[in-house]
C-alpha cells in the first residue's frame, strides 16, 4: 500500500519538484513558489508553460495550468471559446477557456487547467499520475484544436 502523504504549506511544491527530477525535466519555482515547467510539441510548432500550483487556504488544492505560447487572434476568439466549449463537454477535464482579457500583443491565450483536493493527503504514484495525466491531456487538446478542427494560432 503507497504511503500517504500529509498537505502541509510546501508538500505540493516538493512533490513536484520530486516528479521533475524524477522524469529530467527542467522547471523553474516562480515569486510564489510554484514550479513552471516548459514544454514543446514540435510536431504541433507550440509550447506550453505548465504551472504547478499550490492554492488553497491550506495549500490543499493542486493545480495544473498550462497556457500556449502561442495566441488567439481577437477575430478568431469567439470561434476558439467555442471549441473550447466543445472540448469542455466532450472532455472531462482539464478545462479549457480562453482568457477574456487581451495579451500585450492585442490577442488572447488559450489556458488548460485543472485542479485536486488533496486535503486529506496523496501519495506519490496518485500525485504523479494525476500531473502526468493533466500534460497528456493538455498536449492532446493541442493537437485536436490544431490537427482536427484547423484552428490557426499565431
Not at 502523504?5 to 525535466?25: F, H, S, W
Not at 466543445?86 to 482579457?101: C, I, M
Amino acid at each position: 500500500m503507497p504511503s500517504i502523504v500529509n498537505i502541509n504549506p510546501d508538500t505540493i511544491q516538493r512533490m513536484a519538484v520530486e516528479y521533475c527530477k524524477g522524469r529530467e525535466l527542467k522547471y523553474m519555482t516562480d515569486d510564489d513558489g510554484d514550479i513552471v515547467l516548459l514544454l514543446s510539441d514540435s510536431d504541433l510548432g507550440i509550447k506550453y508553460q505548465i504551472n504547478v500550483i499550490a492554492g488553497g487556504q491550506k495549500h490543499e488544492i493542486l493545480y495544473v495550468r498550462a497556457v500556449f505560447d502561442k495566441e488567439v487572434e481577437p477575430r478568431s476568439a469567439s470561434t476558439a471559446r467555442v471549441l473550447c466549449d466543445e472540448h469542455n463537454r466532450n472532455k472531462r477535464w482539464p478545462k479549457a477557456f480562453v482568457r477574456s482579457t487581451p495579451t500585450s500583443r492585442g490577442n488572447y491565450d488559450i489556458v488548460m487547467e485543472e485542479q485536486i483536493d488533496l486535503e486529506l493527503g496523496v501519495h506519490k504514484e496518485l500525485f504523479d499520475d494525476f500531473i502526468t495525466t493533466v500534460m497528456l491531456s493538455i498536449q492532446s487538446f493541442g493537437k485536436w484544436l490544431i490537427e482536427e478542427k484547423g484552428f490557426q494560432l499565431i
